[in-house]
């Protein structure tokens, strides 16, 4: 038990020592998300008005590749009507083909295309935004340390540099962002979309829309994953509890007196 | 194997096993008399045989829908957490099944070294266990390096490189390694290939760990020989069966909690970042179960010279047998080795610890200690306190646990009478 103690205060002495150094970087806010804990859900109507801030102002620079249109109208997502899909895929312009002369040609998105992206390509992406690639979102929450807080507090996180800090041109101040420096200018204002359910779409509402979309996104399989998971547990749970009741059984008859 | 004659009781019985003897294997191993004293620190063969299988049934549902191409890997796994059904569950359990092999075979292996089951007379069981810890090593490094995300990409750079140490043939090495002049495609697609190939390999030496272990029959946590079979021993089935299942689903519980409710705790963020070779990650770290091998490797200024440090720290395990002196097995018996024991313990956790953390100041520090500590111990705690030690007194047998000393163990009670 000592060495357990000596052992924990080793520990404890480095996690200190460790916080201290890492003291310059501002931890991300601290969000309590529906979709935290065991039993975590998406708050439904979030994640349709996030999809909104998606489309109308994350979707001109930053692809999702790896989304189908239909992935919004499954369960334990924003589960959209069939619809609703439907007219959302149509919205957008596809290129299929080579059709029969051989020729590509573009047709309204249907449910099963994945969603298309803003560039053709990697290259031109970057071109577009002053030599930085707006990182694909698919799985940008699963991507970054800090996830879903750590993305949340980056698009509110924009202020002035502080006085002795220059930036160039086309680079902005954000207080959470790895470097505190950014190329993507601060695109959320108050009122900049108008969201169908009424919610007033202040700034800080936008950011809590958005990220709970990309958390979505980046884990679609979250709520199947929690409810599974908790009738698996509870399942070895019992098990576990008639096994070792078994067990005691037939090692009564090694130790009689246990 | 077994020295009792096993003789079917149906003919068609006697017949099949005349000609094959599975029936007569199948008798042994639910006859086999085990010591009646093992705790739950000996369930973890049983765990680890689940895990091995495990590994290779999903692994094998993994590779039906996974692309070992650079351009078309990445996408391929997010087509498996999205289209595939069910492939989120089955890659999560493939992905953190990896780190449960792991602990499960840390747990196996410190059991091993407070109870002295590496001496005589298993020392080849334990040189079998050390060749599958040495090959887990390599297919979990080649397995992270499938999904091409961006520590996949550098820690394959990073862990290649290493070969590049060698003197004259280091550069030749790597290149032929990477199939090219950097990690690249044909590095993927073999990497692929092996990650395949060695889970089948294990299981082969599982199958020698097995039958090198039936035949001294297991140790136990007295380390005593004992007499099998008789009343310190049970038979395997069910008393051993039975336990090893309850000891398995405690397991899966906690094996379960992350699969379920924290999937990518134990990896690296990064890696849902495709693989970039213009842009290297901040800090390229592996994966929590080699961490304390990337901080012998990283404590030494010398490139060459890390290298055979970390090597090092895993061959000087197979010498295990010859360097502890101590005539008796288990720690139980021994108030010298057994607090050395748990030093080796935080020092493997101590470089674990700064193995994830940045080379510099206090880490390399505590790097270099932990490293010199390591060797230390092996070399030098081990053969010197098995000489000097004053043991205490053995029991007899398992059922007789009052502390009579025995003739086996003289040469421990002359050691006694010389301190």
Not at chain 2, 40 to 66: K, R, S
Not at chain 2, 300 to 308: A, N, S
Request: with cysteine; proline share 6%; hydrophobic share 45%.
């Amino acid at each position: 038990m000592k060495k357990f103690k000596i052992f924990f205060y080793i520990l404890l002495s480095l996690s200190i020592f460790n916080t201290i150094k890492s003291a310059e970087q501002i931890d991300p806010i601290k969000v309590d998300w529906s979709f935290k804990g065991l039993l975590g859900k998406f708050d439904r109507a979030s994640l349709q008005r996030g999809y909104q801030v998606y489309n109308e102002v994350c979707a001109s620079c930053h692809s999702m590749q790896y989304l189908s249109y239909r992935n919004l109208g499954e369960p334990g997502g924003p589960e959209f009507s069939e619809e609703e899909v439907k007219a959302i895929a149509a919205g957008f312009e596809v290129t299929d083909g080579p059709d029969a002369q051989g020729e590509m040609f573009t047709r309204p998105g249907r449910p099963s295309d994945k969603f298309v992206s803003p560039y053709p390509n990697v290259n031109a992406a970057a071109a577009a935004n002053g030599g930085a690639y707006p990182p694909d979102m698919s799985v940008l929450v699963k991507a970054r340390k800090g996830g879903a807080n750590y993305i949340y507090s980056v698009l509110v996180g924009y202020e002035d540099p502080p006085p002795g800090v220059i930036l160039d041109e086309g680079v902005y101040y954000n207080k959470y962002m790895i470097g505190n420096k950014i190329k993507m200018p601060n695109n959320l204002s108050d009122g900049l979309v108008e969201y169908a359910d009424g919610t007033e779409a202040t700034v800080d509402q936008m950011a809590k829309d958005v990220t709970t979309f990309l958390s979505w996104a980046a884990e679609p399989e979250l709520e199947s994953r929690h409810k599974t998971g908790v009738k698996v547990i509870l399942y070895l749970v019992l098990l576990s509890i008639l096994v070792f009741l078994s067990m005691k059984r037939i090692w009564s008859r090694v130790n009689p007196e246990e | 194997m077994s020295e009792q004659e096993y003789v079917p009781k149906s003919k068609a019985g006697k017949w099949f096993n005349d000609r094959l003897p599975l029936l007569s294997l199948a008798s042994h191993l639910t006859d086999y008399p085990t010591p009646k004293n093992l705790n739950y620190w000996w369930t973890f063969g049983g765990i680890l045989t689940f895990c091995l299988l495990t590994q290779i049934i999903t692994g094998i549902v993994l590779a039906m829908h996974y692309v070992a191409h650079a351009d078309l890997a990445f996408a391929s796994v997010e087509h498996i957490m999205r289209d595939v059904n069910y492939g989120w569950l089955i890659r999560y359990i493939h992905s953190n099944g990896a780190s449960m092999f792991f602990l499960a075979v840390y747990i196996h292996i410190f059991r091993s070294l407070f109870y002295g089951s590496y001496k005589s007379p298993r020392e080849i069981i334990w040189i079998i266990g050390l060749m599958i810890y040495l090959l887990m090593m390599a297919a979990a490094f080649m397995g992270y390096v499938l999904p091409w995300g961006q520590m996949s990409f550098w820690g394959a750079t990073v862990i290649t490189n290493l070969f590049s140490a060698i003197p004259l043939v280091g550069d030749s090495i790597t290149t032929w390694l990477w199939g090219a002049y950097s990690v690249d495609n044909p590095t993927l697609t073999r990497f692929f290939s092996l990650h395949y190939l060695i889970p089948f390999l294990i299981l082969g030496l599982v199958v020698l760990h097995i039958w090198a272990l039936h035949v001294p029959g297991n140790n136990n946590p007295v380390g005593i020989d004992i007499k099998k079979p008789s009343k310190d021993t049970v038979p395997f089935h069910p008393y051993i069966t039975i336990k090893d299942a309850f000891a398995l689903l405690l397991f899966m519980i906690i094996f379960a909690g992350f699969v379920f409710f924290a999937p990518n705790v134990l990896g690296h963020s990064d890696n849902y970042i495709q693989a970039n070779p213009m842009v290297t990650p901040a800090h390229i770290v592996p994966e929590w179960y080699l961490l304390p091998f990337y901080a012998i490797l990283r404590s030494v200024p010398d490139k060459l010279g890390g290298v055979i440090l970390m090597f090092g720290a895993i061959f000087i395990l197979f010498v295990l047998p010859w360097l502890d002196t101590s005539k008796v097995r288990s720690a139980v018996f021994r108030p010298i080795y057994r607090q050395f024991f748990w030093i080796l313990i935080v020092d493997v956790l101590v470089l674990g610890y700064v193995g994830a953390m940045p080379a510099e100041g206090i880490y390399l520090v505590l790097a270099r200690v932990g490293t010199v500590y390591y060797f230390l111990h092996f070399i030098v705690i081990l053969p010197v306190v098995g000489y000097l030690e004053k043991t205490e007194p053995v029991p007899l047998s398992i059922s007789d646990p009052v502390l009579t000393g025995s003739a086996d163990y003289s040469m421990a009670k002359k050691d006694n009478e010389k301190i």
